[in-house]
Structures are given as C-alpha cells and as structure tokens.
C-alpha cells in the first residue's frame, strides 16, 4: 500500500492534528531536499498542529522531477523517522501542500513567490546554489545558469532567477516584500543571499534592486539536523515495519536546532513556540555550527573515506580517530568561538561525539564528502585563520585538509575507486593528471590554482609544509597509523 490522505496507520505512527485542506500556504520553499523535509518542514508541522495559521509550504524542487514524483502520488505526505540506537519515532508531515518541479513549471513557481498569501521563502539549496565567485562575495556572472537568466528573466534556471522574477511581479502587483531565509551551512548565509540576488537584480533592473533592499528582509540562520540520505534498503525496511510504501520517507537523529536573526520583513510563523530561537545575533551559533559540527564532519568524511570506513559512527567507533576529533574540537576549534556566557560549549561538543555515534543514522562519509571545494572555506579556513593569528595549534585542521586533497586522487588506502562529486572536478582532475594522481606532487600547484585556496592562505608556508608533512605521512603508514603516531609522539 503506497502512503496516501486516505492511508490507516499503524498508532505508533503520530500523525496531524490539524485538517491540512482548512490551511494555506504562506511558505515557499527552493530547493526540496531531504533536510528540509527533516528540518524547516518539521518546525512547520509543529506550529500548524499547536497553533494552526497559513503556513503551509509549496515545494519547489529546482532540479529534477524525482521528489515531485515521489510525493505527489502521497498527497504529499511523507513519513519522518527518527532514530538513536535501537530506538525509533514516526511522524506523518503534512506541512507540505504541493511541489513544483521548476525546470518544468517556472510560471507556477513564479506565482508562487508573487502570491499574496505567501508570507515566507526558506531556501536549502548548497553553498554552489549562490552562484557566488570563489571568494564568497560577488556573483559570478561567468556561471552559465547566471548568464541564461540574465538573459531569459521569465525562464529562470537558478534560485537568484526565481526570485528576482517572484519579487519582480510583487512590485508590480504592489504586493509586501518577504522574509527570505538561507538556511544552509554558510557563514552570513543571510547576508550572502541578499547580496548575490541584489547584484543579480542591478544587471537586469536596477529599479527592483532597490525595491527588495527596502522591502524585503535576509536573516541570518543556524541550521542543525543530521539527515542522512534515504536508501532503497531504508524504503523497504520502513514498508515492513509500518506496512505502507513511502517513497519521500527521511530518516533523522533527535537533535534539532534553527536559530534564526530576527529580521523580518512581516508576519513569520510561530517557529520560536516550537523550539526554534528569534535571537538579535546568530553569528556565534553559526560559528559554533560550522566549526564544530561541521569542520568536525568534513574530518571525519575525508579521514574515513581514505580509511575504509563508510559511516560516520564506525569512524567515531576507531579510538585514534575519535581522539583526533576531539582535539580538532577542544584544542583548534572551541578557542576561536565567543558564545554567549550561559552558553556550555563543553556540553555542546560532548553532544556532538553523541550524535556522530548514532549507528542507526548510517551517515555515510561519501555522502559528507561531496562539494569540499565549497565546503572546506566555511569549515576549516575560519579555524586555520584565528589560529595562525593567535599562534595556536593547526595539527589536526592540517590533517583534515591533508586528507580532504589525498581524497581528491579517488582512491582509498585498499585501493578502491570512487568518484569526485565537486563543482571543480574538472579543474581539480587536470591538475591531478599532471602530478600522477598524487596529492603531494600536486600540492604546491593545488596552492597556487584559481579558487581553492584564498590568497591569505595560500601565502602562509607553514600551513603548506604541515599539510605536506601529513601526506608523506599517510603515505608511508596510512591515515590511522600516521595520526596514531602523532598521538603517541604528543604524549612524550
């Protein structure tokens, strides 16, 4: 039986409390991922079974079909589990009231955006989703999809097109700005939003650059939820367990956090009576996010791919890696955070290696992976850059960038292959090819290329020798035996 409105579940299963056809939708969503049906989607579900209102949410999937596809045949409901260990929550969401497949319905989710119902417009759509330039401020106006839309404004292909045409027919129909939300894992993800959509809106017309700078507003956000990527193997255990197929299921740890700045353009959903936090200033949170969670997990991936280890637990599982994230967590990170005074930083990282254990998430490395070139920047960079200023300590960040350039050869330490999910792949295969596929040889060209190293870092050879230090030496023992050793030598 495929999941419907009309679907008898199982009572273990929580489900709404609300009529869903009795409420609107406020909310337009870009970029239909698995972590916003996991996140914003949940918060959502919370205020319309506390509170009610027209908070609906119209998906727009930017890409590809397959959610629409997924979830329309459900009424658009779909199931989220929630897992730790051996122990498991379900709750029917049924916050969304349809998905847009905008490759194929860009008048709709133009509408969308111009409706005057609509209050809100969250967006997930990756760090390369701003079509920002490598360093993180101005908008690449050489990206293909950019140049298209510049050029066919009422057939946009990127989130910035989309919403410039959405605000476009605001202004014209006289209609209020909106809250528009980032809520991926960007430093300034508010304000980096809101620069890239003005540039893109002064090539076109100058006149809506203005009227979005006046009348609509871009909180900053801290987004905080694992959500690992859905397998078929994950599909057919759920239809055995509650007896219904979901093909738009999204599995989760416990732990959810959003804080968001409070900068609004109009009303916004109740999201702060559900557990999110309407705070004045989101830069520590989002700091502490990306330097803890975040360049802890890029770690973890990069030094567990190289490893053999596929998930994120079995990687927390090896004591010698385990103890290198702790120190990159303590030691390197923690020290360049300034949260507020009744915040527990301790506690917080002791969570983290909590939630990095969950064996029932299955958080695959690979997964994590992908996208490092845009990644590593909001992760690591931060952490390498307080520290040399401060003359602290680098080993660990160091490791973790090693690995993340020895990953780059796509081969493990046993010798199986993989691919190179990355926007710069292509740039990045060249000039491995030059090197015979090693990092080490190609280290002092990957330093010196165009848009991975920014120049501050890049002119700083200590950093580079230390990198270089860690490939010899995972070359010659391998990544456990190699940080082991480190580990060893330290206690002397």
């Known amino acids: 039986m495929r999941l419907n409105q009309n679907s008898r579940l199982a009572n273990a299963i929580k489900q709404a409390n609300y009529q869903r056809e009795q409420h609107r939708a406020g909310i337009v969503h870009l970029g239909l991922g698995a972590f916003h049906r996991a996140h914003q989607a949940w918060y959502t579900e919370q205020v319309l079974n506390q509170f009610g209102g027209d908070w609906r949410i119209i998906g727009v999937s930017l890409r590809s079909p397959t959610v629409h596809d997924q979830l329309a045949p459900q009424d658009y409901l779909y199931t989220l589990i929630i897992s730790e260990g051996v122990h498991r929550h379900q709750q029917l969401i049924g916050a969304l009231a349809k998905v847009l497949?905008?490759?194929?319905?860009?008048?709709?989710?133009?509408?969308?955006?111009?409706?005057?119902?609509?209050?809100?417009?969250?967006?997930?759509?990756?760090?390369?989703?701003?079509?920002?330039?490598?360093?993180?401020?101005?908008?690449?106006?050489?990206?293909?999809?950019?140049?298209?839309?510049?050029?066919?404004?009422?057939?946009?292909?990127?989130?910035?097109?989309?919403?410039?045409?959405?605000?476009?027919?605001?202004?014209?129909?006289?209609?209020?700005?909106?809250?528009?939300?980032?809520?991926?894992?960007?430093?300034?993800?508010?304000?980096?939003?809101?620069?890239?959509?003005?540039?893109?809106?002064?090539?076109?017309?100058?006149?809506?650059?203005?009227?979005?700078?006046?009348?609509?507003?871009?909180?900053?956000?801290?987004?905080?939820?694992?959500?690992?990527?859905?397998?078929?193997?994950?599909?057919?255990?759920?239809?055995?367990?509650?007896?219904?197929?979901?093909?738009?299921?999204?599995?989760?740890?416990?732990?959810?956090?959003?804080?968001?700045?409070?900068?609004?353009?109009?009303p916004m959903p109740p999201w702060d009576k559900v557990g999110a936090q309407y705070v004045t200033d989101v830069t520590p949170f989002e700091a502490m996010k990306l330097r803890l969670l975040n360049a802890s997990h890029s770690a973890i991936a990069y030094l567990g791919c190289l490893a053999g280890y596929n998930t994120v637990d079995r990687v927390i599982a090896n004591p010698v890696l385990r103890k290198a994230i702790e120190q990159l967590m303590t030691e390197e990170a923690a020290p360049t955070l300034s949260m507020p005074i009744d915040f527990d930083l301790q506690a917080y990282q002791q969570s983290l290696l909590q939630r990095f254990a969950n064996s029932a998430l299955q958080h695959r490395c690979q997964q994590i992976a992908i996208d490092g070139s845009q990644k590593i920047p909001n992760r690591l960079f931060p952490i390498l850059r307080w520290q040399r200023q401060h003359k602290g300590p680098i080993v660990i960040t160091t490791a973790a960038l090693a690995a993340w350039l020895r990953y780059l050869q796509g081969i493990d330490e046993t010798g199986n292959r993989y691919p190179i999910n990355d926007p710069m792949a292509t740039q990045l295969d060249a000039i491995f090819a030059q090197h015979n596929n090693s990092a080490k040889n190609a280290l002092p060209a990957l330093r010196e290329s165009n848009g991975l190293f920014p120049k501050d870092i890049a002119a700083q050879d200590e950093v580079f020798i230390a990198i270089e230090n860690w490939l010899t030496a995972f070359e010659q023992q391998g990544i456990v035996q190699a940080i082991e050793l480190y580990q060893n030598h330290d206690k002397q």
Not at 224 to 246: K, M, S
């Open 101 to 266: 497949i905008a490759p194929q319905q860009p008048e709709q989710v133009i509408s969308a955006l111009a409706a005057a119902a609509t209050q809100v417009v969250t967006l997930t759509i990756t760090e390369k989703g701003y079509c920002l330039r490598p360093d993180g401020k101005q908008l690449d106006e050489q990206h293909s999809e950019v140049q298209h839309d510049l050029k066919n404004v009422a057939q946009p292909r990127t989130a910035l097109g989309f919403l410039a045409a959405g605000l476009a027919a605001r202004r014209d129909q006289h209609k209020p700005g909106l809250t528009i939300i980032s809520c991926d894992n960007i430093s300034g993800n508010g304000e980096k939003l809101r620069s890239a959509l003005l540039q893109f809106c002064r090539r076109i017309d100058p006149t809506l650059a203005d009227w979005i700078d006046s009348h609509c507003r871009f909180p900053a956000t801290m987004v905080d939820r694992i959500v690992p990527a859905t397998t078929p193997e994950n599909i057919q255990d759920l239809a055995t367990d509650l007896g219904y197929q979901d093909q738009a299921a999204v599995f989760s740890e416990p732990f959810c956090q959003w804080v968001i700045e409070e900068n609004f353009a109009g």
